[in-house]
C-alpha cells in the first residue's frame, strides 16, 4: 500500500499524520509513506526526525488583518495557491498512492484538492473540536472526515461521511506510569502541578504561573514543573522581582521546553496549559484534572471549543484569559489541590473521554479508503 500523508505548520496537524504513520508501518511494515509538507514549515524537521521521506510544495494562508503588508501577502497567496497545486499535481503523478491521507494546515488544501480531482481516494482528519477552515474546505470532496471529537460532527453537512475515531497518542505517553516517573524525577509525596504553554511559551500564562509560583514558594506545599517556553526571556526576571529564589526552592523546577513530557505527564496531580487539541488527548489517555486557559491567538478560537468539550463533561476548569490573573490562577490551583475528591473527579471524566483504539480506527479508515480505490 502506497500512503500519502499531508499536513502542517504546526505540531497538532503534524504529529498526528506521524502517529497514523508510524501505526500503519507497524501493521503493513512494506507500506511505502510519503509526506507532503509545506517549504520550510516545522513539518521539515519533525519528519525527518520521524524517517519519512518528504516533498514539498510552497503555500502560505490569508493574511485577515487589512494593512498594506498583507495585501501584498495575500496576493502571492493567491499566486502559490496555482503553483503549489501544480507542485502537488507533479507529485501525485510520481508516486501515484493508493490514498492520500490529510491532517489540516495549510498545505492540505492544494495536496488534497488535486488528488481528489486526479482521482485518488482521499480522508482527512480533523483533531479540533471546532473543525479548521481547510478541512471544511475539503469535506465534500473526501472519502471520509475524521474526527477526534463528536461535538465537531455538527459543523458538516449530512452528505460528508464523518466518522468518530478521536486523536492518535504517543506510545511513550501511554507507557508511562505514575509511580515510576515520579521516581525518575526525584518527585516526593507532595502534591504535583505541571504547567506550560507550549514549546514556544505563552506571555499571559507565564504572567500567572509568576505569581502561583512565587506565593507557593512561600509554604512550599507543592511541587512544581513549570515549561516557559524558549522565547520567553523575561519570565525568570518577573519572577525574581516577586522575590523568589530559585536556590531556596528545589520543589519548583523552571525549563525553557520540557522535553520529557510523558514522564512529567504522568507524575503530576495536576496540569495547567493551554487548549490545543494534542495536548488535550494525552491529558485525556493519562486520566489527568486540568486547568485550561484556551489561546485566543488562533483560528476561529477553536482551542475554546477544544477546553469546552472537555469543560461541559466535568472533565476539566476553565480560565479565559481575558480573566486570567495570578491571584485567580493561584486560588483556584489551591482549590482543586487540596480537594482530591474533585481532582479525582476531573480525572476520572478526563479518562472517559479517551477513545483507546484511535490509531486503529484511523488505520481501518485509511485501508478501506486505498482498497475501495483499487476496486473502481
Known sequence: MKVLFTGGGTAGHINPALAAAGYLKEKEPDAEILYVGNKGGMEERLVAQAGYPMRTVTISGFQRRLSFKNLVRNAQTVVRMFTASAQARKILKEFDPDVCVG????????????????????????????????????????????????????????????????????GEVLAAQREESRRALGLDDRPVVLSFGGSLGASALNRAAAYMLSESAKTKAIQHIHGYG?????????????????????????????????????????????AGAMTLTEIEAKSKPSILIPSPNVAENHQYHNAMALVNRGAAEIIQEKDLTGEALWEKVQGMVHDPARLRELGENAGKLEVLDASERIYRVIKDAALAGRRR
Open 103 to 170: 491532517t489540516g494546515g495549510y498545505v492540505c488544501g492544494p495536496v488534497l484538492r488535486e488528488a481528489a480531482k486526479m482521482g485518488y481516494p482521499c480522508v482527512i482528519h480533523e483533531s479540533n473540536a471546532y473543525p479548521g477552515v481547510t478541512t471544511k474546505m475539503l469535506a465534500k470532496s473526501m472519502r471520509t472526515v475524521m474526527l477526534a471529537v463528536p461535538d465537531a460532527m455538527k459543523y458538516f453537512e449530512s452528505a460528508v461521511t464523518c466518522v468518530i475515531t478521536g486523536n492518535p497518542v504517543r
Open 230 to 274: 524558549q522565547h520567553d526571556s523575561h519570565f525568570l526576571e518577573e519572577l525574581a522581582a516577586l522575590g523568589f529564589k530559585a536556590e531556596e526552592n528545589p520543589q519548583i523546577r523552571l525549563l525553557p521546553y520540557i522535553d520529557n513530557m510523558p514522564q512529567c505527564l504522568s507524575a503530576a496531580d495536576l496540569v495547567i496549559g493551554r
